[in-house]
């Protein structure tokens, strides 16, 4: 298992621009007095970018020079994020192989999972990627 060695707050501005950005009309991410009257009781961080936060904290470790990602998959979402919440993830790799279109490169799955401050699991996911061979793929 790999513990993805950044974690990151999640700040108001990041969870408004995210919202506004792909136009989630969903009140409970913008509007404080809606929020207040769910059963959150104050606004909820948008769950796309909760997923996309873990993913990029696994980049580094993970996928920082592949070729393409391939799919995410089993997305479970069992718990709130909410502004000042601080994630940190970890991964396993699940399976690789050999691409067959690409002699360059290898599939890789892996199982991904985020947690907040208090170890709460926030998101899990699978996902694949495809991966160029060592020594393959363009130079950085």
Not at 35 to 47: D, E, H, K, P, W
Request: charged share 20%; aromatic share 8%.
């Amino acid at each position: 298992m790999y513990r993805h060695r950044l974690g990151r707050t999640v700040t108001e501005g990041d969870n408004s621009l995210f919202t506004m950005l792909t136009l989630n009309t969903n009140p409970i991410h913008f509007d404080a007095e809606y929020a207040a009257r769910t059963q959150f009781g104050r606004i909820l961080v948008n769950s796309c970018f909760t997923l996309s936060l873990t993913v990029g904290l696994s980049v580094s470790d993970l996928s920082e020079h592949v070729m393409a990602n391939l799919g995410w998959t089993d997305v479970l979402l069992p718990n709130p994020v909410f502004v000042g919440d601080t994630i940190h993830a970890h991964s396993e790799i699940l399976s690789k192989r050999e691409s067959k279109s690409h002699t360059d490169a290898g599939i890789v799955e892996v199982k991904s999972v985020g947690e907040n401050q208090r170890g709460d699991i926030v998101v899990s996911y699978r996902r694949t990627f495809m991966a160029y061979k060592r020594g393959c793929g363009p130079t950085s």
